[in-house]
C-alpha cells in the first residue's frame, strides 16, 4: 500500500535556526505532493505543492521543499525559524489529480526562544 | 469568501448513539472530502464526492457510517450507533475540480468524543 513516513512527530529548533522536516513516500510512480500546516484549533493550510513541475517549491511564511525522485523524499526547509512557525506538520500525497490525499503521521514543531 | 465550514466544533456522544456531522463546501466547489484523524494516528480518508456522486468511498471503515450530499452542496456524515474507536477529529475538505484547481482546502474539523 502506498503510505508517508514523516521523521520524527515532535522536532524542536531554536528561534532562527533552520527548520527541516523530512517526508518520504512508497511509490515509484512520482505523485502530487505536498505540505499542510495546522496551527492550534485551525483546519490544515495549504504550504506548498509539487505537481511536476520545478522540483524546488517555494511555499508560504518562507516555506521550500525539494522533490528527490532518487530518494523518494519531498523534505520541508526554511532557513530561520520564527516563533510562529509552532504548528503541526503534515506531508501529503495523491496520485490523480482530484483524488485522495494520504497523509504521514505529522510533525509537531516546536521553536525555542 | 467563506472557507469550508463543519458543524459542530465538538460533540460528546455515548457508545450507541447516533451523531451526524455537517460540511459546507467552498461555494462552486464540487469536489468534496472527508477524512478522520484518530488520537496519535495519521490523517485518513473516508470518502470523496463529485457534485452528488460517491466518487470513492474505499476509506469508510464499515457500514455504520453514511455520508450524503444531496443537491451536490453541504454534505453529512453520519455515524449509527457510534463506537468507542469512532472517536477522533473528523475534516472536511472541498477543492474546484476540472479546469481549475484541485488544491484542497480544509475545515476546522468536528473533534467527536464517544463515551
Known sequence: ?113 | EAGVTQFPSHSVIEKGQTVTLRCDPISGHDNLYWYRRVMGKEIKFLLHFVKESKQDESGMPNNRFLAERTGGTYSTLKVQPAELEDSGVYFCASSFGAGGSYEQYFGPGTRLTVT
Not at chain 1, 513516513?5 to 505536498?34: D, I, K, M, W
Not at chain 1, 493550510?45 to 522540483?55: P, V
Not at chain 1, 511564511?61 to 526547509?77: D, I, P, Q, R
Open chain 1, 1 to 113: 500500500a502506498q503510505s508517508v513516513t514523516q521523521l520524527g512527530s515532535h522536532v524542536s529548533v531554536s528561534e532562527g535556526a533552520l527548520v527541516l522536516l523530512r517526508c518520504n513516500y512508497s511509490s515509484s510512480v512520482p505523485p502530487y505532493l505536498f505540505w499542510y500546516v495546522q496551527y492550534p484549533n485551525q483546519g490544515l493550510q495549504l504550504l506548498l505543492k509539487y505537481t511536476s513541475a520545478a522540483t524546488l517549491v517555494k511555499g508560504i511564511n518562507g516555506f521550500e521543499a525539494e522533490f528527490k525522485k532518487s530518494e523518494t523524499s519531498f523534505h520541508l526547509t526554511k532557513p530561520s525559524a520564527h516563533m510562529s512557525d509552532a504548528a503541526e506538520y503534515f506531508c501529503a500525497v495523491s496520485y490523480n489529480q482530484g483524488g485522495k490525499l494520504i497523509f504521514g503521521q505529522g510533525t509537531e514543531l516546536s521553536v525555542k526562544p
